[in-house]
């Protein structure tokens, strides 16, 4: 079992630019949740998908988008970077919602805008 | 406002000694509190779920208590190893019970040999 995978590892990028992040849920999941995390910050949630649908979103403008496939796959598309997008973005995958849900994460992608 | 509130500050101890870090939060009762492990550069590492019902829970070297009334979590290592060493950080559901949680900053543990 691969466990929650993230591609890709570290993204450099402008000023201005779009940037689509990948994840990749561990196996059996179906409910893929994305986070962004600055440094010394505890991760900030993002929003969730569940069942290819935006089921529930942070407080994030509408600059962050994301999408889920029929696979359980998903992205996360940053639009308009700003130097302060600059962070971890973590995915974490868990199975449907539930008292009980323990998130598995993925190993994050850093990204430095610039 | 709702707020987690965990030691900025880093916890130093000594190996075999009794690490205990805190979680605090406000203006919320939610139904379950977790914690997590993360090292530098990767992503958290699920430790334990306690629910809002339950006093204490444990697992191996790990204990969490959770005290409704004073709104506060204490996380457990006993017999601590430096590969202990790690950010802790606490979660909780602030969201209405839809399963979402809400990180604190977490607290780094150094444990020296």
């Known amino acids: 079992d691969a466990g929650v995978t993230q591609s890709p590892t570290h993204l450099i990028k402008t000023r201005g630019q779009q940037v689509t992040l990948r994840c990749s849920p561990k196996?059996?999941?179906?409910?893929v949740s994305w986070y962004q995390q600055a440094l010394g910050q505890g991760p900030q949630f993002i929003f969730q998908?569940?069942?290819?649908?935006?089921?529930q979103r942070g407080n994030f403008p509408d600059r962050f988008s994301g999408h889920q496939f029929p696979n359980y796959s998903s992205e996360l598309n940053v639009n308009a970077l700003l130097l302060g997008d600059s962070a971890l973005y973590l995915c974490?995958?868990?199975?449907?919602?539930?008292?009980?849900?323990?998130?598995?994460f993925g190993q994050g992608t850093r990204l430095t805008v610039v | 406002s709702q707020k987690i509130e965990q030691n900025s500050e880093a916890l130093n101890i000594q190996e075999g000694k009794t690490a205990t870090l805190t979680c605090n939060y406000t203006n919320y009762s939610p139904a379950y509190l977790q914690w997590y492990r993360q090292d530098p550069g990767r992503g958290p590492v699920f430790l334990l779920l306690i629910r809002e019902n339950e006093k204490e829970k444990r697992k191996e070297r790990l204990k969490v208590t959770f005290d409704t009334t004073l709104k506060q979590s204490l996380f457990h290592i006993t017999a601590s190893q430096p590969a202990d060493s790690a950010t802790y950080l606490c979660a909780l559901d602030m969201s209405g019970g839809s399963y979402i949680p809400t990180f604190g900053r977490g607290t780094s543990l150094i444990v020296h040999p």
């Open positions: 998908y569940y069942e290819e649908e935006e089921r």
């Open positions: 974490a995958s868990s199975l449907s919602a539930g008292l009980n849900t323990e998130a598995f």
């Open positions: 196996s059996g999941h179906d409910t």
